[in-house]
């Protein structure tokens, strides 16, 4: 058969659903062949959104989500979405069509040397040079996508290769699992943990990929241990169910004494990524004690030198240190992140302030959706109120990217999520400048039949950036920018468009666009004069490059 054919039914075996994308001549042989599979090609609008839509498909689901682009300039879309799986540790596989083999070796049309360009950005980058190979290539390349910690694949796929033949078929995928830690370094963190005055836990999204959610609650309320979680581990512990869920901690110095990292003499990190909160902000004088659970060794870091490393099944690892410590009884803690969380969410779940408060834009889109549903966010001003006050009591119903924190996700990232879960409401929380940057995919949306709703954070400039140029620098620099009519677009692509001209107005259009069978786009202005309050409760709000 031909190696194009072959590639799809490698995917097929793969149990890939969608893949997702956009035809180009150097890959229609595969474009062809996928006429002919169950697996479901979802036409993008930009290759960006292409990636970026398998990108949440892959955190949501824990199976790889697959993106396909021509040559050249569509292999080099696929970049910053890529580049987002494989730092957020979602598995991904990107192939991009490539010249034939008989022009790579001179200048030509085109033509660049995409493995090397994917490599920094992947943890497979490799290029099919022999039909034989594929059913390994493939193989290879799924399996490490999806093995801890996951990220990206990426496959280079030359046209003459394609449509060569070959009698290969599809590997088996075999199925591994992780293993238990070493019992004498359980009961080495167990007399870790015994001997701690005030310890306490710091939740990764790694727990959340790993379906260690209720043995970690099991864990905490078992010894009476507080948690925090990162931006990214935001509804691993229930938020406001849980009194011993501390909070959201994240990019703030602040964060340090509120989150009650200060006071610890003991941080458990549990599924922690670095890149979600980097340790020389929670351990700044390298004092603290730290035990490091999870499915992958520790990186190496000054600030983060843990005394033992329980790697493998971080469920298994967290029941085995239940059941070795002795129950405690529970003593009220007040934990200063919640508690001004809590009030600050109160103080304005009835306001009426024009343009709306970040705080009451939050309160009615949680009221809104049901506690299932799945906000997926985008990168800006937004992100830093969304991480903080959005109630999450589920895992996986509020996505953030926080570890390469690209604007322009949370557009094609909705198409994704209700790919993956068309039952539930999706709701892409974003600003008006990361809307825009994908804000084609509406028709892709419409199209696909994905209902979403689209809630614009509308104030016509980059507000994250504003927002700390102004604490630096006391003043601005080129943030300010004009924004289309966002009724009148969302209604030239048939969608649905609603601008909200008064603080009342937002629930009530929230929950009728949740319940619409289109795409539905909310224009909702935002006072963002509100970011110096989040600053004085938290602490000086630093730059991401920093964190």
């Not at 950036?465 to 289309?484: E, L, M, S, T, V």
Request: overall charge negative; proline content about 6%; some cysteine.
């Amino acid at each position: 058969m031909k190696s194009s054919k072959l590639f799809v039914q490698c995917l097929e075996n793969e149990q890939v659903e969608y893949v997702f994308g956009i035809p180009g001549e150097e890959n229609m042989d595969m474009m062809d062949a996928l006429l002919d599979s169950k697996i479901r090609f979802i036409t993008c609008r930009h290759e960006q959104g292409a990636a970026f839509m398998a990108d949440v498909y892959g955190r949501l689901t824990g199976k790889a989500g697959v993106c396909l682009s021509t040559l050249g300039p569509g292999a080099t879309n696929l970049v910053t979405g890529v580049a987002d799986a494989n730092m957020d540790n979602s598995p991904v596989v990107a192939i991009a069509g490539q010249a034939a083999t008989t022009r790579l070796h001179k200048e030509s049309h085109q033509v660049v040397d995409l493995v090397n360009l994917f490599k920094p950005i992947t943890k497979y980058a490799t290029q099919v040079l022999e039909p034989e190979i594929l059913p390994e290539v493939v193989r290879k390349a799924f399996k490490l996508a999806q093995a801890e910690k996951p990220g990206a694949a990426f496959i280079d796929f030359p046209e003459n290769v394609s449509e060569m033949t070959t009698p290969e078929k599809p590997l088996p995928v075999v199925e591994s699992r992780l293993s238990l830690a070493d019992n004498k370094l359980i009961d080495k963190a167990v007399a870790i943990i015994q001997k701690a005055d005030k310890p306490m836990i710091l939740v990764g999204n790694g727990a959340v990929r790993a379906k260690a959610t209720s043995q970690l609650e099991d864990f905490s309320n078992h010894y009476q241990i507080p948690l925090v979680n990162t931006f990214m581990a935001k509804g691993a512990v229930p938020h406001y169910k849980n009194p011993l869920s501390v909070g959201t901690a994240g990019l703030q110095k602040g964060d340090y004494e509120n989150g009650g990292f200060a006071e610890s003499d003991l941080v458990i990190c549990v599924g922690f990524d670095m890149v979600e909160y980097h340790p020389h902000l929670w351990n700044p004088n390298r004092e603290h004690t730290i035990i490091h659970i999870d499915t992958y060794p520790a990186e190496v870091d000054y600030s983060y030198i843990p005394d033992v490393e329980l790697v493998g099944n971080i469920g298994r690892n967290l029941k085995a240190l239940t059941e070795r410590l002795p129950k405690k009884e529970s003593v009220p803690t007040p934990f200063p992140l919640r508690e001004s969380m809590i009030q600050e969410m109160n103080r304005m779940g009835d306001s009426d302030a024009w343009p709306m408060k970040p705080q009451k834009i939050i309160w009615d889109l949680r009221t809104a959706m049901n506690k299932e549903d799945i906000a997926i966010c985008d990168v800006g001003a937004h992100k830093m109120w969304m991480a903080r006050f959005f109630r999450s009591e589920v895992p996986n119903t509020c996505i953030i990217s926080n570890g390469f924190a690209s604007m322009g996700i949370a557009m094609p990232g909705a198409i994704g999520a209700k790919l993956a879960f068309p039952e539930k409401a999706i709701v892409a929380v974003t600003g008006d400048a990361g809307f825009m940057m994908n804000a084609q995919e509406i028709e892709t949306a419409l199209r696909c039949e994905t209902p979403i709703v689209v809630l614009i954070w509308n104030d016509s400039q980059y507000g994250l950036i504003n927002w700390k140029q102004k604490r630096r620098y006391g003043r601005p620099a080129y943030i300010d920018f004009k924004n289309p009519d966002f009724v009148k677009y969302a209604e030239s692509f048939g969608a649905t468009g609603v601008r909200i001209n008064a603080a009342n107005e937002l629930l009530p259009a929230l929950k009728t666009a949740l319940n619409n069978h289109t795409v539905t786009i909310i224009d909702c202005p935002v006072d963002y004069s509100e970011n110096s309050r989040l600053t004085e409760l938290l602490g000086n709000v630093i730059s991401e490059i920093e964190s």
